[in-house]
């Protein structure tokens, strides 16, 4: 069984930063690619960031220079470093993995989620 935690949302003022976390655990052979997805209140959730395998990375053009997505492939971890944050950046933010499990199986994965506010 396999399972993407969460961590690092909360309350930060415009111009603030975050770094959030999702930690990917069980009976996992590999980690095809990373990704953080954000969905606001009344909007289609949306790719932020994702980092495949071999490192390359890929921004939403909001986002871009301002977001890193970085994984740690030995702890099985992807971070999101969130700098210049704006109200616009307000949203729940979910953690997907496509995993390949131990007993063969591929799947797409997500987290429960972490809510970011940024707000004065």
């Known amino acids: 069984q396999v399972q993407l935690v969460e961590s690092g949302g909360g309350l930060v003022q415009p111009g603030g930063s975050l770094r959030l976390s999702c930690a990917a655990s069980?009976?996992?052979?590999?980690?095809?690619?990373m990704g953080w997805y954000r969905q606001a209140p009344g909007k289609q959730r949306e790719l932020v960031a994702s980092?495949?395998?071999?490192?390359?990375?890929n921004y939403a053009d909001s986002v871009k220079g301002r977001f890193t997505i970085s994984r740690d492939n030995a702890e099985n971890t992807v971070y999101l470093q969130m700098i210049s944050l704006q109200p616009e950046d307000t949203a729940v933010y979910y953690c997907?993995?496509?995993?390949?499990?131990?007993?063969?199986?591929?799947?797409?994965?997500w987290g429960q989620g972490t809510q970011v506010t940024v707000s004065s």
């Open positions: 980092i495949i395998s071999g490192g390359s990375t």
């Open positions: 069980g009976s996992i052979f590999s980690i095809d690619s």
């Open positions: 997907n993995a496509h995993i390949r499990r131990s007993d063969g199986a591929a799947l797409r994965y």
